[in-house]
Structure formats: structure tokens, C-alpha cells
């Protein structure tokens, strides 16, 4: 008889999926932070001479038709995309939080109205809704915050209805009310723990979302303006000079996916 | 010849035994009951012989099945086991079945993919399997189209279906009221037949009873007692058999009634409640003494609980009045729930839950600590969750809560229905004489009727139709007519 001991197998506290998220994450943080710390330069500055050479000391990822420094003008998108998103996300998110508690909890009118104005959103296609917002608002970046959040908003009201209906029905929740608990403490002890961890999730995701909506609508030419230095719009610029410059093309390219990767990978591995 | 014999089964946590060596055997039609109470390494046991511990357990030990000997160190080796030679029965069945799956065709999924019939024969077979089982008619009704009964009936044809001999039932009868945990024990031991083998993990001990068999106590991983059911239960042996037999309810001494006209911390004059548009009952009336246990019992579905609810104020009766009595203060009533896990927040420790409810109600920490003691609790479980820590545990930490708020009235929602017969006794020895001592009103919900008559100074019994009928148990059975419907 072989006796052979099962290994000891315990779960790892952090899946791989979501360190490899977080690095990449990291990583694109710090380029965006530090890039123009490391090597000092201008996204602006224009020497058509330079018009798609390659990597020098002054530009680490060559230049672009106009001669403009690849690098700074990635370090430059990669501010402004993610900060728009976050910002998005993070008005997105306390609306839909406030609004899903609320709808959870009054029941009735409100949360039918709420419930009806959810889904006609989600009836729109996104991007359709953001360009609508941002031929109404001046200001580009105003205009793609205001529609990215009309936008994500529905997803974390249905989510945060969705969970608080189920606590708020919950024996717990019923034995603090006895108890005499008012309203803050059964969101702080009961509904927030257990939707924390989903909104999380959902921010990732969001964030995603508007990070890649931002840049849609600059590759097709209706985002942000030239010569705003924006990952779409960059894209778009040095496809036709792919053949001569491909390193200027793939940069916003791998940029992008690195970012947007890194993202999904953070959100999407949640502990079971 | 045994249908399992196992030699030496040890489970280990790290290098920590979690159960000592331990031999069995499975002989056909002779069930095997392992009575234990919670955290007794019973559950622990079942599953190494299934190979289904959980990763970070390592078993050692043989276990021969079907003439094959396998290690319980090597769990993969049981998978080709499962289903064709034993049948699992888990604990409430009813959750195991597919919700979005007829019943029919559950069953007739383990005789297609376990058996390897065709689609056509597996599906005439899992119809006489049904109607075997008394379920003809209800073959083509989803999960919560079919009673608890039926379900479990259900899933015992779906266990048995790939041809396993054996089956293995974990705590089969837990949250059933009686009636309903006899038809358990007949249908297993109707499943079994003369040639079927049968292993019962429970700490029930009328279900125990009623099995017979052979019996083996565990407590704290180790064999207490072994020997015929008959045998044990007539004479037991050791001290600690003689506790657990001792915490049957059924044993318990009866109350001394009580003579006395208080005035009622709550009453309720002509109740009427309905559920889903079903009328449960109606035209109750009932009132309630300080100091004093008022039970309810009566079969599952019945309206017990919702009693309970209508005089918390937390569903509203459809006719009737329910009276408070003045000057208690507004959260005064109190309820203590079936399951104690889910009565808490989820995420918090319960030291913190326990805090914030002194807090509310104006108390200060020492109460807490003053009442653990009362309740003899371990201050060490405070830092934990309430998903770790045991059901006894936690249902007196659930009282502690309670106690905080100073109540005059409690209703507790069969409080022990998951408890093993000791923490049950226990908790229910701790409920009377915080009843009596502070002058708390205690209204006792349980289906178990032997619980109820020798605890209750009151007994209301209900019944499915919702016909009520108020006695004392001195004269258990004869209504008292003033307190009548």
C-alpha cells in the first residue's frame, strides 16, 4: 500500500491574473507620472526636420509626421484619458450608489422612475450618448466627462439596487431595525461591505470603458481636438505613415491595450 | 460481506489531528448512524470516505469499496466511486437540485451520464424511479413546485440513480419538523432494502432512534461509544453518551406551571394573518406575562412564525389588534432567528456588531462582558466573524445582543432547530432563566412539540389549516376555553 499525501494546496491571496494587472497598471501609472520628470520635453513642439525619425536621448520613441516628440505626447494622453475616466467614474459611481440605495430602499415611485430612466439609458448605444453631450457642452473634456458619466452611471445603480434589495430583505437587517439601528448604520454594516467589493470591480471596468470611448471617438475624429495630444487621435494620425514610422505607431497602440489590459485583468479576477 | 469497511481513517489539519483513527464497516441492511455533536469530526469523516475534504485536509487511512481498496490520502482515486457505487445525499436536498431542471429530468440526467442509457430508457427509467417514491404526477414539476418532502425524495432517486449501493446522508433531517424527519427515516430505510448500504451523519437523536442500526458517538474526533443502536440507547456507557441522551427534549423535565394574572407585555386580541394571498390563520388571541414562555408549535408552512412577526409589528394582520403594553420603550421587542448566521452583519466582527448595539441603546462595554460570562461565552469570539463561529455559540452570542437592548418581550424563531440536542439544551436552559430572572415575556416557536411542551408555561399548537388551540401542559390536549379562537 502507497500511501501518497495530498500537497497542501491553499489559495494564493492575490490570483497571478490580478497581480499581472496591477503591474501593468503600475506601470503605465509611472510612465504617465514620471515620463516627463525623466526626460524633460515639450508635446507641442514642433521640428518638421525631425518628421518621423527615429528614438533619440531627447525622445525615446522617435517623432511624429510634425516632428513632435512621441513619447512626451504619450506621457501627456496618458494623463488626460485615465483623469477624465476617473473623474467619470468616480461622479458615476456615487450617483449610482445614492440612486440604487435609495431606489432599494423607498421602493415605490421613485424606484420605478429610477428604474425606467436606467433602462431607456441602457436602450442608447454609449458612444451615441456621449457624442450627443458633447456637441451640447463646450469644452471637450467637460463634454466627454458629463457623457461618460450620463453613461456609466446605470451600471452601478443596478448593481447597488440589485444587492441592497437583497440585504435590505435580510434577517441581519431586520434584527438591527429591532434593535433600533437607523438608516446610516444598516448602509455602513450591512449594505456597503457587501457591495464594496462589486463596485470595485465595476469601477475597473468602468474606467476601462471610458478610457476606450475616449479614444474611439478621437480615432474617428469627433473626440478630442488636434493637437491635443489624446491616444485615438494619435492613433489616427500615424496610421497612414505606419510603413515609414511603425514605433510611433504602436506606441499609443501598445499603450492602450497595456492600460486597458491591465484594467479587465484588475476587475475581472475577483476572489470566488 | 461489508459493503465499505474502513481501517484507520484519520483526518489531519497541517500536522493536527482533526480525527483520531477510526474503523468501520458497512454491512447491507444494517444502517450506520454517526451521532456527534457540532465540531465533532463527524461531517469530516463522511467526507474522507467520499474523498471530498477540502484541499487544505489531508486524510490517511484505507477504505475498501466494491473490492477495491483505496487511500483516503489520494482522494481522486473515489471519483469513479461517486454515483455508481455511492450515493450522496447532501444536507437539504433541496437546495442540490437544479432550480431551472423537472424533476424527472434530474433524475433521469444520473441514469443517462452516470449509467450511460439512452435518452429514452434513462427517461423511463427516472419515471418508475419517481413513482417508486411515491412522486408519480409530479415528474414534470420544477424544484419549487415540489414540497420540501418531495424535493428530498427527489434527490435521493437522483443519487441513487447511477446504481450506487450505498448511500451517504449528511445530517439529512436538519431544519425539518417531525413529521417530516420520520418520512426521512422510513425513506431511507426503504432505499436500503436488505441489501443497500446506509451511513447517517446526524445529531438528531429521535432520527437516530428511529434508524437503529449500529451507532458510533464521536466527540471531538474520537469514537466515545460504538455498539447496536438498541444497545446504546437502552444502556449507554459512557458519560458523555448519557449528556447527549440527556439533552433530548424528549427527557427533559416538564415546567412547573404557572398560576398568575400579570398584567401582559403584549397581547393580541382576534389576529388574522395571510401570506401570498393565503390566509394562515385566524382569530387568535393570546397574551403574554413577564417572566413567562408562551410556545408555539405546529408542522412547517403553518403560520408560526409569521405569529411571531405580527406581533413584532414586522408584517401587518389582516384584521385584529396587538397590544404593548405602556411604558416599555420602543425597541423593547426583541427576536432571536433560526439561523443566527444570517441574523448578523455579515462582514463585521461580532465584537464590533456587539459594540455598536451597546452604543445604540445607551449601554456601556462592561454589559458585554458581564453577559458573556452570564451566558458562558468565550470573550475570545468577539474578534471573530459570525460565519466562524458555531451555531450554539452564535445563538447565545444572538441573545447577548438582545439582552442588550433590555427586552420585555422576545420572540425566538425556532432558536435551536439547528442545533446539536447539547448546544439545543443549552440554549434553551439559558433562555428560561433569563426569562425568569429579568422578567422577560418569551414567545418559543418550534416545530418540535416535545421541546415545546417541556419548556413552555403556555402551548399554542397550530395547525396546517390553521386551526389553533391554546393549552397549558399540565393538561396537555384540553384547550382552554378562554383563551380560545
Redesign the interface.
Known sequence: ??????P???RAMWPAARIVGAALVLIVALLALLGSVVVPGDPFAQSLVKALAGPDPAAPLGYDHLGRSIFHRLVDALWLSPVIALAAVATAGSAGLALGTLAAALGGWVERGLVILADALLALPGLLLVLIVLAMVPGTALGFWAGLSLVLWVEFFRLTRAATREVLA???V???R????GPI?LFR??IW??IAPMMLTAAAFGTATAIMAIAALGFVHVGMRAPTPELGLMMVELLPYWREAPLALLSPVIATFALLLGLTLLAGSRKS | MSLLKAEDVTVLD?GAPLLQPLSLHLDPGEPLVILGETGSGKSLLAQALMGTLP??L?A?G?VAIAGR?L?T???DRFRGLWGREIGVLPQEPWLSLDPLMRARAQVAETHALVRGLPRGEAAARAQADLAALGLAGAERRYPHELSGGMAQRVAIAAARAGGGRIVIADEPTKGLDAGRRDDVASLLLSEMGDTGGLLVITHDLALARRLGGRLIVLRSGAVVEQGPSRHVFAAPQDAYTREFLAADPENWSARTPWAGMEPAVVSARDLAVSRGGRSLFAGISLRIAPGRIFGVTGPSGCGKSSLGDAL?G?IPPDRGTVTRRPGDH??A???L?Q?PV???????SIGQ?LA??VA??GGNSADVDGLLDRLGLDPTLLGRRPGAVSGGELQRL?LL??LL?SPSFVFTDEPTSRLDPISQARVIRLLTEISEKDGVALMLVSHYAALIRNTADTVLSLDAAGTAAISEPATFGTPVAEALT
Not at chain 2, 342 to 348: D, E, M, Y
Open positions: 500500500m502507497i500511501v501518497i499525501a495530498t497542501q494546496r491553499r435580510s434577517p441581519a431586520q434584527a438591527s429591532l434593535l433600533g439601528f448604520y454594516a450591512h461591505p457587501e | 497541517g484541499p487544505e489531508t490517511r484505507r481498496v487511500d490520502g489520494s482522494p413584532l414586522l420602543p425597541h421587542m426583541q427576536k432567528y439561523d444570517a441574523a448578523f452583519p455579515r462582514k463585521r456588531t455598536d448595539t445604540v441603546s444572538s445582543r438582545v437592548r
